[in-house]
């Protein structure tokens, strides 16, 4: 498995504003994801972020709200644009294939609580 | 497109007893991957337990044993000897490609002591 953290863990912004959520994992990883888990719900993909070129996004989710870089195989942020209350969720980062395993198993981030007021 | 479907949202068990969570899918895929994921109050996802669908075996891991059905489409998980720390909600979810897992609305566990 591998360690992976977020910042911030948690946040309460203000509507109309942006949130950049910062995914960290100690390891190279194949493939990097973003879940949005709505309170009370179960876990949605936003994209699957890719290194060195754009995100590829579920249906449902564009690039203007939630844009996604991936600089580097150990790192990934997420951008919450022009938040409404609805945007008020946990956000995880996931990943697949630590340090270049084969392998299917897929490791989540401890999430970042938003609150949009 | 792949479902999961988890059809009770809540379940309780006395502590050091047994239970079942039960779990369907569909599917027109014939290698894929299952799994059971917890998540306790601290809202981090911990991997329970995973299948490979070309497995007839049924993957166990310590107290955490599933049945999977494939021709049923059925993916249950038996919990045994629960614990207070197994209070949770588990999520069933479906892979058959490596970027589309798909989870289940998930079953909130209550082990009362």
């Known amino acids: 498995s591998a360690v992976i953290s977020q910042k911030p863990s948690r946040d309460i912004c203000q509507r109309g504003t942006s949130l950049t959520i910062q995914c960290q994992v100690d390891?190279?990883?194949?493939?990097m994801f973003w879940y949005r888990q709505q309170p009370g719900q179960s876990l949605t993909l936003i994209a699957t972020?890719?290194?060195?070129?754009?995100?590829?996004?579920e249906s449902g989710f564009v690039i203007d709200k939630f844009p996604i870089s991936r600089p580097n195989l150990t790192f990934s942020t997420l951008t919450v644009s022009n938040m409404s209350p609805e945007d008020s969720s946990i956000y995880l980062c996931?990943?697949?294939?630590?340090?270049?395993?084969?392998?299917?198993?897929?490791?989540f981030g401890p999430g970042t609580r938003l609150t949009v007021t | 497109a792949q479902t999961v479907t988890q059809s009770q949202p809540e379940m309780s068990v006395q502590e050091a007893e047994t239970v079942t969570l039960s779990c369907t899918y569909d599917t027109s895929e014939n290698n894929y991957y299952l799994f059971w994921y917890k998540q306790p109050p601290s809202r981090q996802m911990i991997l329970v337990i995973r299948q490979e669908a070309y497995k007839q075996q049924n993957a166990t891991e310590n107290r955490f044993s599933v049945n999977f059905q494939k021709a049923a489409k059925s993916f249950s998980l038996k919990i045994s000897d629960s614990q207070l720390g197994d209070t949770a909600m588990y999520f069933c979810a479906f892979m058959a490609t490596l970027n589309d897992m798909r989870f289940g609305a998930g079953t909130r566990l209550t082990v009362k002591p």
């Open positions: 390891s190279q990883v194949t493939m």
């Open positions: 996931s990943v697949i294939g630590v340090a270049g395993e084969l392998s299917y198993e897929q490791y």
């Open positions: 972020a890719n290194q060195g070129s754009e995100a590829t996004y």
